[in-house]
Structures are given as C-alpha cells and as structure tokens.
C-alpha cells in the first residue's frame, strides 16, 4: 500500500462532484487514474479525497457537433439551461506561450465532442475519429500503452496538461474548445488558453472537465503527420511535433496546423508557418528554414534526457517531417 | 469501506482501505498471488489483469473503484483443476519464461489480444506486449509462445478431419 491515506466518493452527476471539491480542498477528481495514481504511489500527489466521476452517466461519448452555438446546444449531461459564459484570456506571462498563441480554426462549425471521461482506447478505436479527425486517431497509439489507455480518459489527459501528452498537443494544434462546469455554472475556453504550464492548466480547483470539442476539417484532402522521440516506446515524450494540412486540387496547401510538443512548458503552435504554407506545395528546405525561425525564441525545456538545445533542434526536424507527411498524405486523398 | 469484487466469476464481499490498490487486495484480501507486485506504479505490467475483458494494470486502479467490473486474473484462466489454458501450454512449450515473475500479466496481456485479434502478426504481438516488462527472456520465445497459441486457438473451432 503506498499511496498516503484518502477518502473516496462516488458522486452522481457533475453538481455533485463539484460540490464534493468545494467542500474539501485537498479533494481530487479521478477518471482512469492512469497519472494521478502512479503521482500519489509515489506520494507526489497526496489527495484527502478522491471524487471518482468514471462512472456519471452521459460524461463518456463520441458524437458529431453542428454550427449551432455552444450556448444553445443541447448537452447531454447536466443542466441544459445552464449559461455558457466565455472565460476571458488570462493574462498569461507571454514567455510560457512561446512565440505564437492559437487560437481556433473555421470548420464551418462542424466538430466531434468527446465526453471527459471517454476512454482512450474507445477514441483510439471510434470510426468517428478515424473519418473526422485524423490527427487525434493517429497520436492515440502513442498515448501510454494499451493496457493504460484502457482506462485512461481524454479528459483526465487534457486536466493534468502534461506538456508532453500527445493529446494536449492535438488540442492546442487543432484549437479544440473545453467545457467545464463549475457548480451550475458552464464555462469554455479555448485550448490555448487552457494550458498554462506544465502540469497547470485554466481549470477551476473547484470546476470538474465536462467536454472537448475538436474542430472537424470539411476540406476533401486532409492530411496528417505526426512524429515523436522518447526514450522508450509510449514513454513520455522529449519532442513530438503535429501537422494537419488541407490541399487544393493542384497539391497547393489551403490551410495548415503546426503544433509542437513537450519541447516547452506549454505545446505551441507555429501558425505564422501554417500561414506561410498557404498557397504552397511542399518545399522540405523553404519549410525547415520558416520552421527553424519561428523557433529560434522559443524557451525549451531541458533536463537529464534532452538539453534546451537539443529540443529546438529536434522539433525543427520533426515538425519538418510532420508536415512532410501530412502533404503526403493528403495528397493521397483524391 | 467494503466492496463486493466479481473475481474469477465468483462474487466476493471485501473490507479495504480507500488506498488499497486492486492488486493488493486480489493478493492479500483475496490470495489470488498470481497477480505480482513490480514497481507498483504502472510502468513494469507484472500487475495486469483483465477487467471486462481488457487488459488492464491493477496497481493503477483502487479496490474500491472495481465494483461491477469482471475481473479475471491468471488464477481464473484455467479451463478446470490441473488443467492450461492453450496460451499457458504454448508458455510452457516454447521456454516462454524463465524466472516467470512476468509470466501471469504475460499471458493475460495476450489473451485480451487474441480474444480481440484471433489472428495477429509479429508486430500486433510486439505492441500489444511492449508494455509488460521481462528481464529475463528477450522476448522472442514470449512471442512465439502467443503466436503457436494463436495458431493452435484458431484450429479449436475447425471441424474434425477424418
């Protein structure tokens, strides 16, 4: 037995997780657990009480979202009438930012919703995700391993902010939006201003994470890149880079998402080279030098594994090869 | 708190602390010592069972959390007494151990994939295995054991030659 002594809870819906987390200060919520178990076994993490929310009805879906405004859209968890108030952008120290912020793409409105407490695995296998946002289906398998990603949530993923997690990354790259409810209060704020360091996110102690809403690409050819360097399989990342391109019928790139993870405290996104893109065919030297440039500021992270210096160079490379890949494959596309 | 288990397909009644993990009260609650202590924070896979099904690491999930789940561990894999299960002869077979401290996650990490993949190559065995950790073996009678597992699980079902 190592982790320190806690109470544990069950509650029934949302309001009453919250209000469990009001009532204690050192209470936590807990989904999978796939982090925050092995933290409090190796007592990093010391909860008074954990609110177990695996088990609240309509907190675990995959499903389609139209343009409708996310203030009239019907949810399928708590209370529909339940005001949804914009979070305004904290002011945020710029360097944690790195260079550039994103902020969230036009995709006419479509998106996929995805429960907090859905199941990485269930992600990992949802012909949903697979047809509608490829980049998340396609970071999944790198997301721990299979016997964790059985219980691992999306959610708890996105709460704890690991700048290193694969699915922060597809957030912030993408521009996903995220709910969560406060008492009986719903709020959303967009990924990038979610993720504030490493570890810290936006997210109320007192607030529980409801829903991410990844915005769905409607262009025909889209494709994706992905790469990462770690020091063993489905470890923890030292880089990963992600790129998302939309191509027109000539090769000529319309629209483009950069991210890089696990490099900084928070991942980043390089949208001037995104911008750049546009209107262009893949040019592996134009690309690294834009790549290169953007980030040139950009404060990395070092420890024992991989130096400051090391990551910016390596995510150069990587993300050169993500976007390499990602014209590639949609290309592919007709 | 008390917490009733569905183990091995028998109901049982349990009184744990919030803190006790799933694998320690399968071992000390329950006696079922198949399922090992290794680093007890998710990295090694010597701790996997299966719950529904799925493999899945119990030194990451509370007893308390386990409620209404069917949670299988190597003790419950056995066709009847004195008997093996295919995959834990094909172990025996091909050397697929040696200190046998990650044999039982082993073997339970590779049914979960062939009750889902009857089927898989190398590779789908590699990956599905890359999270349990063996110091002993190299791996490659591990993988031939699931392999001559698969390919003899797959013949149960062909009607008999004459």
Known sequence: ??????????????????????????????????????????????????IDIARILGLAYVREVDATPSAVRPRESGDPGAPVEPVERAALDSRLRGNERGRGFDSNGASIAIGATTRQHVVENDPLIRAKLPLLAKVMPYVGHGATRARGT?????????????????????????????????????????????????????????????????????????????????DFAFVAAAAQVALDANGCCTRAAIGIGAAAAVPLRLDKVAMDLQGKRFEQAKVGEAVTAALAKVETLADLHASA??????????AVRAIADAFAAAARRA | MKVELEVNRQKQTVEVEPRTSLL??????????GAHA?????????????????????????????????????????????????????????????CGYC????????????????????????????????????YAQIVEAIALAAERMRGQNEPARR
């Open chain 2, 103 to 138: 044999t039982p996650a082993m073997i339970l990490t590779a049914h979960a994939l062939l009750s889902k993949n009857p089927q898989p190559t190398r590779e789908e065995i590699v990956e599905a295995i890359s999270g349990n950790i063996c110091r002993c073996t190299g």
């Open chain 1, 309 to 318: 210096d090391y990551r910016r160079r390596v995510a150069a490379t990587l």
């Open chain 1, 1 to 50: 037995m190592k982790p320190a002594p806690f109470e544990y809870s069950r509650p029934a819906d949302i309001d009453e997780a919250c209000a469990l987390l009001v009532a204690d200060d050192g209470a936590r919520l807990i989904a999978g657990g796939q982090t925050l178990v092995p933290l409090m076994a190796m007592r990093l993490a010391r909860p008074s009480r954990l």
């Open chain 1, 154 to 234: 999306v959610g708890g993923s996105l709460a704890n902010g690991d700048p290193a997690a694969e699915i922060v990354l597809v957030a912030a790259t993408l521009g996903a939006t995220l709910t969560w409810r406060d008492g009986g209060k719903s709020s959303e704020i967009a990924a990038a201003d979610f993720f504030i360091g490493p570890m810290v996110t936006a997210l109320p102690l007192t607030a529980c994470l409801a829903e991410a809403r990844f915005p769905v690409w409607p262009e025909r050819r889209v494709g994706v890149g992905f790469h990462e360097v770690n020091a063993r399989q489905s």
């Open chain 2, 24 to 33: 320690d009260c399968l071992r000390d609650a329950l006696l079922l010592t």
């Open chain 2, 38 to 98: 290794g680093c007890e924070h998710g990295v090694c896979g010597a701790c996997t069972v299966l719950i529904d099904g799925v493999a899945m690491r119990s030194c990451l999930m509370f007893a308390v959390q386990a409620d209404g789940y069917a949670i299988t561990t190597i003790e419950g894999l056995s066709p009847g007494p004195g008997e093996l299960s295919p995959l834990q002869d094909a172990f025996c077979e091909t050397h697929g151990m040696q």
